[in-house]
């Protein structure tokens, strides 16, 4: 059976939480789907179920956890109303309002919910290697933001994998703490722009490994060392390095609003004024509409930009 809400948000993360503290603050009864456990792309709680250490968050002098920060926003979106349903969407219709969502079976003839406003806080999922283990060395030794991590690798040797504009700009950021980092890269050319190629040439704590893949990972509970293979002459070698940050790129889940919403050649939606999509009534916050900054707490803010927006709207509709 249909169920009906005025503000139904796709995604658990710190702007699919925010959002529903900021709705059910404002009396709109939200209903959270937060994705599943099984998901890679939008599990419950986001990418930061899978970061250990969180020192630059607001309001946490010793620090905090992933995992605590996003059990603790459950909780307060919950107690002022919010009800969350531990199911990812897999269809929406966003023709008109109401909107129609299938978070089970997306072949059935009648939608999960309709929804007055949609909120899509969905985030995106940083590409990995695909090596075995790494998963797990996630928040130990192996990393995917250098803005989150890079306090803690003071003093140590380090490795950013990739050759465009972000590998570089973590590269430099990196530089901060560690004694040496090196930037492998696949080919004998970066990606990079020209003007952040000079920098990394010119900054002497970064060695370029050309024509470089990393084949394992080295390290029982925390990274030790990576094993790197030359792509021109298939010989192996072994860097011992304490942290690996990854840096391929991001894969905003956005995959059933294609066609519907309007996305940037990246895959990121397109907002407007505020949280505002193309489609008068759905709104866009977090990493699904941010590929510059995808911090917690920049993520946290555009989510209550997200719930003012649909509060505002609503209210223009006389819902």
Not at 133 to 157: M, P, R, W, Y
Not at 221 to 237: F, K, P
Request: glycine share 10%.
């Amino acid at each position: 059976m249909t169920q009906h809400c005025k503000v139904l948000i796709a995604g658990s993360g710190p702007a699919g939480l925010t959002a529903a503290i900021y709705a059910s603050r404002a009396e709109l009864a939200p209903i959270v789907i937060e994705g599943e456990p099984s998901s890679t792309s939008d599990q419950p709680g986001g990418q930061l179920m899978l970061t250990t250490e969180i020192e630059n968050f607001p309001g946490f002098p010793s620090g905090t956890t992933g995992p605590e920060l996003m059990a603790s926003m459950r909780v307060q979106a919950e107690r002022f109303g919010a009800r969350i349903s531990t199911a990812k969407v897999q269809r929406v219709d966003l023709a008109s309002s109401p909107f129609k969502v299938w978070v089970q079976d997306p072949e059935t003839p009648e939608p999960t919910y309709r929804c007055d406003a949609l909120i899509v806080a969905t985030g995106a999922r940083s590409l990995l290697l695909g090596l075995p283990g790494e998963n797990e060395l996630i928040g130990h030794g192996v990393s995917t933001c250098a803005t989150c991590d890079g306090f803690f690798f003071k003093n140590q040797q380090i490795a950013v994998v990739g050759g465009g504009d972000s590998a570089i700009e973590e590269a430099l950021f990196l530089t901060r703490f560690a004694d040496k980092v090196t930037l492998i890269h696949r080919r004998d050319k970066l990606r990079a722009s020209r003007i952040m190629q000079e920098r990394a040439f010119s900054n002497k704590k970064i060695e370029i490994r050309w024509n470089s893949v990393v084949t394992r990972l080295h390290g029982d509970g925390r990274l030790d060392g990576v094993e790197i293979c030359d792509t021109l002459t298939d010989e192996s070698s072994d860097l011992s390095v304490t942290g690996l940050f990854v840096a391929i790129g991001h894969q905003p889940a956005t995959e059933i609003f294609a066609g519907q919403l309007d996305i940037d050649e990246l895959g990121y939606i397109v907002t407007g004024s505020g949280s505002r999509t193309s489609v008068d009534g759905v709104f866009a916050c977090g990493d699904v509409q941010d590929h510059v900054y995808r911090q917690a707490i920049t993520a946290a803010g555009s989510g209550c930009v997200a719930a003012i927006d649909a509060e505002h709207w609503l209210a223009n509709l006389g819902s």
